[in-house]
């Protein structure tokens, strides 16, 4: 990171930043080109160990991708207020920003998917606890990030 006086390592204040994120582009890389989605998610941090679970279709681009294997990027904000200036060279913003690398997969039992549901209930509307039917357990399709590489970075 170029900017070490912005640069946050304290593994708690990475997480008590992604907490307050409520979108996480997810980045792949496929033959047509780069692909970006913005997607709502679901965190955890079990040991030094963090993962993001996500939900969607169980079709499309972002599957085929997914199935496809490799890495992907993401890619999360929170806390943007622009600082205006004299000039437009003055400008500047303060924000909070976490980036990074990870494994996809995408889960099949119904204890993993539920789990994903859970943290995706948590960090999306504050629910602790929540009843999934199993129907819709099977039908939905729920993967999980596992994180290989993150940075972050805060502008005040």
Do not use: W
Not at 39 to 63: L, P, Q, T, V
Not at 101 to 126: D, I, N, P, Y
């Amino acid at each position: 990171m170029r900017r070490k006086d912005r640069e946050i390592t304290d593994p708690v204040q990475i997480d008590e930043i992604i907490l307050r994120c409520h979108c996480c582009r997810l980045g792949f890389n496929s033959a047509e080109g780069a692909y970006i989605v913005p997607m709502s998610f679901g965190f955890e941090n079990i040991d030094g160990k963090r993962c993001f679970y996500f939900h969607c279709a169980a079709e499309g681009r972002k599957i085929d991708l997914i199935k496809a294997g490799g890495n992907v990027g993401f890619e999360l904000d929170c806390g943007y207020q622009l600082h205006t200036a004299e000039t437009a060279c003055g400008y500047t913003a303060a924000f909070s920003s976490v980036i990074g690398t990870g494994r996809v997969e995408l889960l099949t039992s119904e204890e993993e998917k539920r789990r994903g549901l859970e943290c995706l209930m948590r960090q999306t509307a504050g629910l602790e606890s929540c009843d999934f039917d199993p129907e819709m357990l099977e039908q939905v399709c729920v993967f999980r990030l596992e994180v290989i590489e993150i940075s972050c970075k805060v502008h005040l």
